[in-house]
């Protein structure tokens, strides 16, 4: 299934009326006409192809023809706790959200607290910029509909389905916790300071220094079973603080995952065990990209951009997301 477009291919879907999730560089998005679209920068995709880094290609996710409306509606930070409100009666909703904006903290740390979040799904992913190539660094997300971009706003597609459909969320993560220390941090952020190491108090830089961590593995912490990671972004000798992806929740319970050792082979096992079949929207985390060297592997049948964070209901990282779609019975 072909799912990377150049701007006149993606220019045509968009007048004939076909409803879609974009992802690309800004200036390819920013020559797009309105339509029934949202979308976001990024320049790394999972592909027909295999993984992929390209400026010059839009990834596609088409929705489907038996949805029955579409409206999109963006939010500041201090807009966020509607979205909820805004859910269709019978739908689903995506999210986009820009990379280190104040939305973007806002979410990631407030979102559980938002009234009736969880009563319809929820997805999406926070949209990014290349890590080398692009100077500003600057993260966007665009409403297709009205035209408008944002380096600030989240944006919301809502989708109405008909009576007998429903969407069901669903992550497919990698990582366990490890068998390692039990790690516990009194704040709630994505700067971390301290922690308390099997109940002892200490620098979790120096930590982490000390026990020779590989930091390119997520910190876990284990919701009722539900596995939910936190990458770290950097480790510096200069100042205490540890930066993260994902903020780390005060008195949750987290260990440092094992490690995979063959990510493309494991993922293949794990599709295989949840009979997954052609999603029709997902995303993968760009660490995943980066770490396990994906760039011309593939991870199943499942393609989409490898984004700055993945969320289904709540930020994640370093997992996949995909939504199915199914019939009430």
């Not at 890590?131 to 509909?145: C, F, Q, V, W």
């Not at 497919?172 to 704040?187: A, M, R, Y």
Request: a negative charge; aromatic letters at 10%.
């Amino acid at each position: 299934m072909k799912t990377l477009f150049n701007v006149t291919e993606v220019t045509n879907m968009i007048r004939a009326g076909r409803k879609l999730l974009l992802a690309g560089d800004d200036l390819l998005l920013s020559q797009l006409p309105r339509g029934n679209w949202v979308g976001g920068t990024i320049p790394y995709f999972m592909s027909e192809k295999g993984g992929i880094d390209t400026s010059d290609l839009i990834q596609v996710g088409e929705l489907p023809d038996f949805i029955t409306s579409v409206r999109a509606l963006s939010y500041g930070a201090h807009e966020l706790q509607n979205i909820p409100s805004d859910y269709p009666d019978n739908g689903v909703s995506f999210i986009m959200i820009p990379a280190f904006s104040e939305a973007h903290r806002v979410f990631a740390e407030r979102c559980s607290t938002f009234p009736g979040l969880f009563d319809r799904p929820l997805l999406g992913w926070v949209t990014g910029f290349h890590l080398e190539r692009d100077a500003r660094k600057i993260a966007k997300t665009y409403n297709g509909l009205t035209g408008e971009s944002f380096a600030d706003k989240a944006v919301v597609l809502s989708l109405e389905l008909p009576e007998n459909k429903f969407g069901r969320v669903n992550i497919i993560n990698l990582f366990n916790q490890g068998s390692g220390d039990t790690l516990v941090f009194k704040e709630t952020g994505f700067e971390v300071e301290r922690c308390f190491v099997n109940g002892q108090e200490m620098s979790f830089r120096d930590y982490i220094q000390s026990r020779k961590i590989d930091t390119q593995l997520p910190l876990v912490a284990n919701y009722s079973g539900a596995m939910i990671n936190v990458s770290i972004m950097s480790v510096s000798d200069s100042h205490e603080k540890v930066k993260l992806y994902a903020p780390i929740f005060a008195d949750v319970e987290y260990k440092f995952a094992n490690p995979v050792s063959d990510y493309e082979a494991e993922f293949d096992k794990q599709v295989s065990t949840l009979s997954v079949d052609n999603p029709t929207i997902s995303c993968n985390c760009v660490l995943n990209y980066l770490y396990a060297h994906l760039n011309g592997k593939k991870t199943g049948n499942i393609m989409g951009p490898m984004t700055f964070g993945e969320i289904a209901y709540m930020l994640l990282n370093q997992t996949v997301v995909y939504i199915s779609f199914e019939d009430k019975v």
